[in-house]
């Protein structure tokens, strides 16, 4: 009799412990475990502004997934439509082939995209914060503005490349504000004939408070920890345009500036829209114990579903988080082990432990279990949670090692060049045409089945 098939999709946090933790419960030769992941490794999102910063090289928060997973079958491509019915995945392969992978339990965890509005010039000027190679282009970009400011004749010029705007007051666009601010304060030494002064820093949010989940107090004094550091905090603002050399936000003003780095909210992967399945604004709903309701066999989690929030009750749903992510990785794939073998499902069910808000240097805000902590004491809780939800030691080691690396040597702001001849803006990151409408995915499984 053939095994079962468990495919799970995206190697992030929620998927990677999701196999991990299969790999462990199943006994070998009890069902085959699949994984599709773009990339080779699970991305480490809470430090990615740190690797904007320079604070980080981009492989100290590139986890290896060979390091995690042993029996596991990865497979190097992108899901693209799923037939529940046919119980098919169809997958394009990093090679452009495209493929159907059979399941009799599949695992969605595709996480998000960066959400983006319909405002002019958006798509084609803003930068995100989602993806290493985003976060690699926006620290080129900023240090490239630092050395054509320093070279431009023009004062215009000059003025337009040394104001940097974020958008989204969350803990990404927070610390990505405050660690590349940190960046280009520190970079003046290095460019003598630039005016600091001249230098800006803009964070805007259309809410009336940064981070809300850190309450009034904590929240107050992170946003005065980024005025004293010079950094103008505009709340009730969004943008309105963006063009190349300037961004009008939505109370009139208009800031020279070339660089918008836009991180204000996530949407789940469009791979959810090509499943015919019951939403919560764009994320798949699921039950508590994560099975997705019409489909046998399907199960979904992390920031592409809709989860609910039993320790919260009121009917609300998980947060887009890493910590919701991983442990929920834990229980699918319990679950997933119950099934197979005929047992009850669990439900989900987790406390929050609170917030972990690093804004450079020793300057950080944290909330863990509901203690309100700021300064050394913050950066401490920070870094050891960070520490301890990596996967592997390797890469605990590496990131232990460059902040040591970072705090003692510092930094040499050194531009790759790797950018050129690509803008790197919103648009050549969100992949969002890749996926196959219902009518493709139907004849791609018939296809692909009769071949296979
Ligand atoms: C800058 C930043 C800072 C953050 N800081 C924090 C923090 O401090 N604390 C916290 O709890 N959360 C934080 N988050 C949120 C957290 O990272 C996410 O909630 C978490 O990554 C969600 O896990 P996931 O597994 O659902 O998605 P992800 O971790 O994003 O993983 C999804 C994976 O699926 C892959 N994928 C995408 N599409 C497909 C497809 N079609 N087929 C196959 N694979 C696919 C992706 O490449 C990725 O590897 C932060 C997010 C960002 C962007």
């Known amino acids: 009799m053939e ?5 799970v999709v995206g190697g992030g946090f929620a998927g990677v412990e999701c196999a991990r933790r299969l790999e462990r419960k199943l006994v070998p030769g009890e069902a085959d475990i699949a994984i599709v992941a773009p990339f080779s490794y699970e991305l480490y999102l809470p430090l990615l502004p740190q690797v904007a910063a320079g604070v980080l090289t981009p492989q100290s928060v590139a986890v290896s997934l060979r390091r995690m997973l042993h029996r596991t079958r990865i497979i190097p491509g992108g899901a693209i439509g799923v037939d529940p019915k046919a119980k098919v995945c169809i997958v394009r392969k990093i090679t452009d082939e495209v493929v159907a992978e059979h399941y009799d339990y599949l695992v969605l965890a595709p996480g998000s ?3 983006s509005f319909d405002i002019p010039g958006l798509t084609d000027h803003a930068r995100g914060m989602k993806t290493l190679a985003e976060a690699a282009f926006v620290r080129d970009h900023v240090i490239s503005q630092l050395d054509l400011a320093d070279a431009a004749t023009d004062r215009d010029e000059r003025i337009s490349r040394l104001q940097f705007v974020v958008v989204g007051g969350g803990y990404a666009g927070t610390e990505t504000a ?3 601010q940190r ?3 520190s970079a003046v030494k290095r460019y003598p004939r630039l005016n600091p002064n001249l230098i800006k820093w803009h964070l805007i949010d259309i809410a009336p408070k940064l981070m809300p989940e850190l309450g009034d107090k904590l929240g107050a ?4 920890v980024l005025r004293k550091r010079g950094i103008e905090v505009s709340l009730g603002v969004s943008v309105a345009e963006v063009g190349e050399e300037s961004v009008t936000f939505t109370d009139g003003r208009v800031i020279p500036s070339r660089t918008l780095i836009w991180t204000a909210g996530v949407a789940a992967s469009p791979l959810i829209a090509t499943l015919d399945a019951e939403t919560v604004r764009g994320r798949v ?6 099975r997705v309701p019409q489909f046998d066999g399907v199960f979904a989690l992390g920031d592409a579903a809709a989860v609910p929030d039993l320790a919260k009750g009121d009917g609300s749903v998980c947060p887009p988080t890493a910590q919701h992510a991983q442990r929920q990785g834990k229980v699918a794939a319990d679950n997933v082990v119950a099934s197979l073998r005929s047992q009850p499902l669990k ?3 987790h406390k929050d432990l609170g917030l972990v808000v690093d804004l450079g240097g020793a300057d950080a805000v944290s909330k863990p279990m509901g203690v309100e902590l700021t300064g050394v004491a913050a950066q401490g809780v ?6 301890m939800a990596l996967r592997t030691n390797v890469a605990k080691v590496r990131v232990m090692t460059n902040w040591l690396l970072n705090a003692t040597a510092g930094d040499d702001f050194v531009r790759t060049g790797f950018q050129r001849g690509k803008p790197a803006t919103l648009k050549d990151f969100e992949y969002t045409d890749s996926y196959l409408s219902k009518d493709e995915i139907r004849a791609h499984t018939a296809a692909l089945t009769a071949k296979q």
Do not use: K, N, Q
């Open 3 to 7: 095994r079962p098939r468990i495919l």
């Open 113 to 115: 995209i960066t959400r």
């Open 178 to 180: 405050a660690c590349l």
């Open 183 to 185: 960046v280009t304060t």
């Open 221 to 224: 004094t992170a946003l005065d």
């Open 285 to 290: 709903a699921t039950t508590a114990e994560m």
């Open 347 to 349: 439900e989900y069910f």
């Open 382 to 387: 920070a870094r050891g949670y960070h520490l």
